[in-house]
Nanobody, 122 residues
């Protein structure tokens, strides 16, 4: 599974951005897509999860402001970020948890996309 993240940029506080995470490869084996972020000097934190069945979870800090969704036809998961705050500034990463069944047996793992920088100015 390969992931390509995009959509970051510079936005003023209160603005919106939509990040995209396009998956390729053995996408039928993906169980969940997760969005993480890492601010300068801080540990990477989980922001949102979208599971293959459609359920979602959000970090408390972004709940009611961020929404994760997917376009299955485009193999893409989106993270819509509204009411952005300066503390949302970070490099955002998408990750896929997958289980792929090969003739030689199942392989489970996690793939990461490259980060996309989101900067929110005050």
């Amino acid at each position: 599974v390969q992931l390509q993240a995009s959509g970051g940029g510079l936005v003023q506080a209160g603005g919106s951005l939509r990040l995209s995470c396009e998956a390729s490869g053995s996408i039928s084996g993906i169980n969940a897509i997760e969005w993480y972020r890492q601010a300068p000097g801080k540990q990477r934190e989980l922001v949102a999860v979208l599971r293959s069945g459609g359920s979602t979870n959000y970090a408390a800090s972004v709940r009611d402001r961020f929404t994760v969704s997917r376009d299955s036809a485009k193999n893409t998961v989106f993270l819509q970020m509204n009411s952005l705050k300066p503390e949302d500034t970070a490099v955002y990463y998408c990750a896929a948890d997958y289980l792929v069944h090969y003739a030689s047996g199942p392989v489970a793992g996690r793939s990461w996309g490259q980060g996309t920088l989101v900067t929110v100015s005050s």
